[in-house]
């Protein structure tokens, strides 16, 4: 993600972990940000009460979503394939029984900061794609705790046992980003701006086939970013934003280079939050 413009909580965050504290174990206890968020939502705190004493995402939140058919159709269109095969590929991470393995060994003494297996939702988006565009090359932008990042990595590990391998490069400013992930062959976590670090790996020689932005919501950085990666977009490569909706950066994008574009808004399960776009730019066919 990019360092400049960064929010309040951010350089918050960059102070803490100067003098040995870590902002993570605080997430439980934000109890006035997670109320505000609530009312925000148009929601009553009195209904929300579990979420705002207990839930350990004060933002970032991950939850089911209901619309999974619409998520597979929404695939479908962007890779270009069969909705049935999307709908397969959506549904894959379900029945991945190493996958659940490694989500819930990575969080089990982590309780302060994160639930126990946070549901996937709409990055399960990111995987449908990666599973049928079969990338060698995709760039994420902005890891957080690295559960797409998790996500993406097993995609790309079965893609290589089908004979398409491929490599994830990942961006993020926070020192403590991907935790979830750890260490993978198929990863390098890149801690450092996209702005200064983006162009360095990326060449004419080597193209993007699959980037994902989910770094700091400003149209200027994400506009920055998306230009950069659509300059060394391989032909068949895809574009994607995640909470799409709230810069409208990927929208303009394709108007520009006639891209095709795509999106989906997600349906949350339970939740009171009411839900993010996801949307895809790629070179028409």
């Avoid at 100067?18 to 505000?36: E, F, N, Q």
């Avoid at 999974?68 to 962007?78: F, H, I, K, P, R």
């Avoid at 400003?218 to 994607?240: C, I, K, M, W």
């Amino acid at each position: 993600m990019r360092s400049g413009n960064a929010p309040w909580h951010a350089t918050a965050r960059e102070a803490a972990q100067r003098v040995g504290i870590d902002p993570r174990s605080l997430r439980r206890l934000r109890w006035v940000h997670k109320a505000r968020a609530v009312r925000r939502s148009g929601h009553q705190v009195r209904r929300h009460w579990q979420f705002v004493l207990a839930s350990p995402e004060p933002d970032n939140y991950t939850f089911q979503i209901e619309n999974e058919a619409e998520l597979a159709a929404w695939v479908g269109e962007v890779a270009r394939c069969d909705e049935a095969a999307a709908r397969a590929l959506v549904q894959e991470p379900a029945r991945d029984d190493e996958l659940a393995r490694r989500l819930t060994s990575a969080t089990a003494e982590h309780w302060l900061w994160t639930k126990p297996a946070p549901p996937f939702g709409k990055r399960l988006g990111w995987y449908a794609l990666a599973r049928a565009l079969r990338p060698r090359r995709v760039i994420e932008i902005g890891a957080h705790d690295g559960l797409g990042s998790l996500l993406l990595l097993r995609a790309l590990e079965l893609n290589d046992r089908e004979g398409h391998p491929g490599t994830l490069v990942s961006f993020d400013v926070n020192p403590a980003a991907g935790w979830l992930v750890g260490e993978h062959p198929l990863w390098q976590l890149r801690i450092q701006s996209s702005d200064q670090g983006l162009t360095e790996v990326l060449s004419p020689t080597e193209p993007v086939d699959m980037l994902v932005y989910d770094g700091w919501h400003t149209f200027e950085a994400e506009y920055a970013d998306l230009r950069v990666a659509a300059e060394h977009l391989s032909p068949g490569g895809v574009l994607v934003s995640d909470d799409a909706q709230v810069t409208r950066a990927l929208v303009r994008l394709c108007e520009e280079r006639d891209f095709a574009y795509s999106e989906f808004q997600e349906v949350p399960l339970n939740h009171f939050y009411p839900g993010a776009m996801l949307a895809a730019g790629r070179p028409r066919a």
